[in-house]
């Protein structure tokens, strides 16, 4: 078992109307490596300028954990069978909507990777689905989630 930990913080600032609803919602994550991210609220939830645009909001950050947790499986997994992924972008989107329940959720993440591999290196069609599916399988973070996630991944360069 592993524990990961973070920091929020945040403070009312001066002057803002705490029960009036009239507040930043800006805020900040600290992590024990050091880094430091100014968060938010989405101003599609809280309207400016109550809320950060500048600042990265929990539902974006679901969805670059999901990507950045599949890519770190896909690269490992392709280093494992002897691909060699020069570059991998990926263009990862979600959707807010009502769930099966009638609540708001994140109901689907869409994965869009654009991989690049060492001329010769890369995986043949087939080869390039089977490590998708195993790092989807392998993703902490999709093995966490209720919500869709989709591979939604062009061809490779080569």
Same mark, same amino acid.
């Given at each position: 078992m592993s524990v990961?930990?973070?920091? $929020? %913080?945040?403070?009312?600032?001066?002057? %803002?109307n705490f029960a009036g609803n009239r507040y930043s919602r800006a805020h900040q994550w600290?992590?024990?490596g050091g880094a430091i991210v100014p968060a938010?609220?989405?101003?599609?939830?809280?309207?400016?300028?109550?809320?950060?645009?500048?600042?990265?909001?929990?539902e974006e950050?679901?969805?670059?954990?999901?990507?950045?947790? !599949?890519?770190?499986?896909?690269l490992s997994l392709a280093a494992a069978k002897g691909h060699?992924?020069?570059?991998?972008?990926?263009? #990862?989107?979600g959707i807010m909507a009502k769930d099966d329940r009638g609540r $708001?959720?994140?109901?689907? $993440?869409?994965?869009?990777?654009? $991989?690049?591999?060492?001329?010769?290196?890369?995986?043949?069609? #087939?080869?390039? #689905?089977?490590?998708? !599916?195993?790092? !989807? %399988?392998k993703c902490f973070i999709a093995n966490s989630l209720r919500s869709e996630i989709v591979i939604a991944a062009p061809a490779p360069a080569m």
């Open positions: 990961y930990t973070a920091q $929020i %913080e945040w403070s009312l600032g001066q002057g %803002e600290s992590f024990d938010s609220s989405s101003p599609s939830v809280v309207p400016l300028p109550w809320s950060d645009a500048g600042g990265v909001d929990p950050a679901l969805v670059a954990s999901a990507s950045s947790c !599949h890519m770190l499986w896909f060699t992924v020069t570059r991998y972008v990926d263009k #990862a989107s $708001i959720a994140m109901t689907k $993440i869409t994965l869009a990777p654009d $991989i690049t591999f060492a001329d010769g290196q890369g995986p043949d069609a #087939a080869g390039l #689905a089977d490590l998708h !599916h195993q790092a !989807h %399988e």
